[in-house]
């Protein structure tokens, strides 16, 4: 499963990369594998069940930085036919190693 997850703390200034680096922090320690995008971060996790306490705890580092406001988007790739992976998805539309000639 592949879930896109990005968190926005709302009225705390225009730069935001405190909050991010605390989110990103969370997610390192869990051990799934992630990637940190311009706009959001990709994460493979092996259930909802752990995508959902991910987020939780994603949520919880923001607000004990200090947010006071959180916006949450979360995205869900939840493919059953194959085993859906961050570098399978960047491979088929061309952008990862070993990427489809076009």
């Known amino acids: 499963m592949i879930a896109q997850l990005s968190v926005y703390p709302i ?10 680096r ?3 922090a969370v997610i390192k320690q869990s051990g ?12 493979e996790v092996p259930n909802l069940d752990a995508l959902f306490d991910l987020v939780k705890a994603v949520h ?3 607000l004990k930085e200090g947010a006071k406001r ?4 979360l995205k869900i790739d939840d ?3 194959k085993n859906a992976t ?17």
């Open 11 to 20: 009225g705390e200034g225009t730069s935001l990369g405190r909050f991010v």
């Open 60 to 62: 919880g580092a923001h």
């Open 32 to 43: 799934y594998k992630y990637e940190v995008g311009g706009m959001s971060t990709s994460i």
């Open 22 to 24: 605390k989110g990103v």
């Open 79 to 81: 493919r059953r036919d």
């Open 86 to 102: 961050i570098e399978r998805k960047k491979t088929s539309v061309g952008a990862g190693p070993g990427a489809r000639p076009e």
């Open 70 to 73: 959180l916006v949450v988007e």
